[in-house]
């Protein structure tokens, strides 16, 4: 963990059940900000791919006229990818399929206020 | 737009590349500044130009690179106001090579980085095996070398 100024917030969300990883990453650039990455996890592969879904969600949603994105859920096969953002920053939260992601939610919309 | 190689098993994985990474511009250069393979560009003198540049970029930052940190940087990135560019260096089974791109909004640093990685894999095992060959630069021979290169990428050959 570091001693960055998200490095709480991205521990309150790794001690939610389920949550395998959670990053701050940066929107335009794909790249991280911060993290808390289990061994093994390719954060720069997961922050790259995840920040360019963030980005093209909110534009689709600009394009549909439906407004900015808030909250961005993904189920796959063995786990979920959430994601929020807020001033050019993206929170990702990796879980496993047994999270609480009603939880997980509620954390990471009061969690990404702190993101300036 | 397509994905032209003096080489042909340069071409899948470039393509695969530009495809994946969302660029505009890819470039595949030997570090005298010969040119390898490229895509986007549509007149051979902006090729000539871009390779010369990235050369002479890469020598500048290698050496740098070994003044201030004992070992060359191998990556750069420049992010303009509507595009940006990534220059690193691509190591393969034929020797390194230096690859060029510029991107827009369509992309970010972080994808591109991601999948140069995966092109620098894709390079690796499509080479072929036989040895690279060892003509060195000569300055006698390079622009005859540089001038039958931009032709068979840009359909003169």
């Given at each position: 963990m570091s001693g960055s100024p998200f490095a709480e917030m991205l521990g309150a969300l790794t001690r939610?059940?389920?949550?395998v990883a959670s990053l701050v990453v940066?929107?335009?650039?794909?790249?991280?900000v911060d993290a808390i990455l289990q061994f093994g996890q390719d954060g720069d592969r997961i922050a790259a791919l995840a920040a360019s879904l963030y980005r093209k969600a909110r534009q689709s949603a600009h394009a549909a006229g439906?407004?900015?994105?808030h909250f961005l859920q993904m189920d796959a096969e063995q786990g979920r990818l959430c994601m929020a953002g807020r001033n050019a920053l993206v929170l990702v939260v990796a879980t496993s399929p047994n999270a609480n992601v009603g939880l997980v939610r509620v954390e990471m919309l009061r969690a990404v206020e702190g993101l300036a | 737009m397509t994905t032209h190689a003096v080489?042909?098993?340069?071409e899948g994985p470039l393509a695969r590349f530009v495809d994946d990474a969302r660029v505009s511009l890819a470039l595949l250069l030997h570090p005298?500044?010969?040119?390898?393979a490229q895509h986007g560009f549509t007149r051979s003198v902006d090729v000539m130009s871009a390779c010369a540049l990235a050369a002479a970029i890469n020598a500048s930052a290698s050496e740098l690179g070994k003044m201030?940190?004992?070992?060359?940087?191998?990556g750069l990135h420049h992010a303009g106001e509507e595009r940006q560019v990534f220059l690193a260096e691509a190591r393969t089974p034929r020797g390194p090579y230096i690859f060029l791109t510029v991107f827009g909004s369509e992309s970010s640093l972080g994808l591109v980085r991601m999948y140069f990685g995966e092109l620098v894999t894709n390079l690796m095992s499509a080479?072929?095996?036989?040895?690279?060959?060892?003509?060195?630069?000569?300055a006698e021979n390079f622009e005859r070398d540089l001038n039958r290169n931009l032709a068979a990428l840009f359909g003169r050959a």
């Open positions: 939610q059940r389920g949550v940066d929107e335009h650039e794909g790249m991280i439906l407004g900015g994105v | 080489e042909s098993w340069i005298s500044g010969q040119v390898l201030l940190d004992g070992r060359p940087f191998t080479a072929p095996a036989e040895a690279a060959p060892a003509a060195p630069a000569l």
